[in-house]
C-alpha cells in the first residue's frame, strides 16, 4: 500500500469541522466551492496559510496547516495543477468526489503549523486555542 503526503491550508471554521471528525476528514465543500485543493508542498501550504488564511475575518485570521497521508491510487486519480510559482502544485478533486478522497486517508490529519494574523481573536474553541498554543511555541 503506498501513500503521498499532502498538505491542506485551513481557517478556524474548516479547523473546528476536521476537528470534530477526529480528524479524520475534511469537511463538504459549500455550494460556491467546485473543487477541494489538498497542495504537495508544505512550503506552499504555508505560504497560503500564513498570507491569506491569516487576512481572512471568516477563519478568524488564523491559518493552520494540515498534513494527511493518502493513498497513492487516489492521488494519482487528479494531475498536479501548477497556479504560480514552481512549488505551486495542487490537486483538484471535485467536491462530489470529496468523500472518497477522504476514505484514502491513511490515520489522522496532523496540524503541523498555524499562523495567526493581526486581528484574530481568541478562538471559543478550546481544541483550535490548545493547536495554537502548542504550535507557536
Same mark, same amino acid.
Given at each position: 500500500?503506498?501513500?503521498?503526503? @499532502?498538505?491542506?491550508?485551513?481557517?478556524?471554521?474548516?479547523?473546528?469541522?476536521?476537528?470534530?471528525?477526529?480528524?479524520?476528514?475534511?469537511? +463538504?465543500? @459549500?455550494?460556491? $466551492?467546485?473543487?477541494?485543493? +489538498?497542495?504537495?508542498?508544505?512550503?506552499?501550504?504555508?505560504?497560503?496559510?500564513?498570507?491569506?488564511? !491569516?487576512?481572512?475575518?471568516?477563519?478568524?485570521?488564523?491559518?493552520?496547516?494540515?498534513?494527511?497521508?493518502?493513498?497513492?491510487?487516489?492521488?494519482?486519480?487528479? +494531475?498536479? $495543477?501548477?497556479?504560480?510559482?514552481?512549488?505551486?502544485?495542487? @490537486?483538484?478533486?471535485?467536491?462530489?468526489?470529496?468523500? !472518497?478522497?477522504? $476514505?484514502?486517508?491513511?490515520?489522522?490529519?496532523?496540524?503541523?503549523?498555524?499562523?495567526?494574523?493581526?486581528?484574530?481573536?481568541?478562538?471559543?474553541?478550546?481544541?483550535?486555542?490548545?493547536?495554537? @498554543?502548542?504550535?507557536?511555541?
Amino acid at each position: 500500500m503506498k501513500t503521498r503526503i @499532502l498538505y491542506r491550508p485551513v481557517g478556524e471554521k474548516e479547523m473546528v469541522l476536521i476537528i470534530k471528525s477526529n480528524y479524520k476528514k475534511f469537511p +463538504p465543500r @459549500l455550494e460556491w $466551492q467546485p473543487i477541494f485543493y +489538498p497542495v504537495l508542498d508544505e512550503d506552499y501550504a504555508s505560504e497560503i496559510a500564513e498570507k491569506w488564511n !491569516t487576512r481572512d475575518e471568516a477563519g478568524n485570521y488564523l491559518g493552520f496547516v494540515t498534513k494527511l497521508e493518502v493513498l497513492e491510487d487516489e492521488v494519482n486519480k487528479y +494531475p498536479a $495543477q501548477n497556479v504560480g510559482a514552481g512549488n505551486h502544485n495542487e @490537486l483538484w478533486v471535485p467536491s462530489e468526489e470529496l468523500e !472518497t478522497f477522504n $476514505q484514502a486517508i491513511i490515520g489522522n490529519i496532523e496540524v503541523i503549523k498555524v499562523f495567526t494574523g493581526r486581528d484574530f481573536k481568541a478562538s471559543g474553541n478550546s481544541e483550535i486555542m490548545n493547536l495554537i @498554543l502548542k504550535l507557536k511555541n
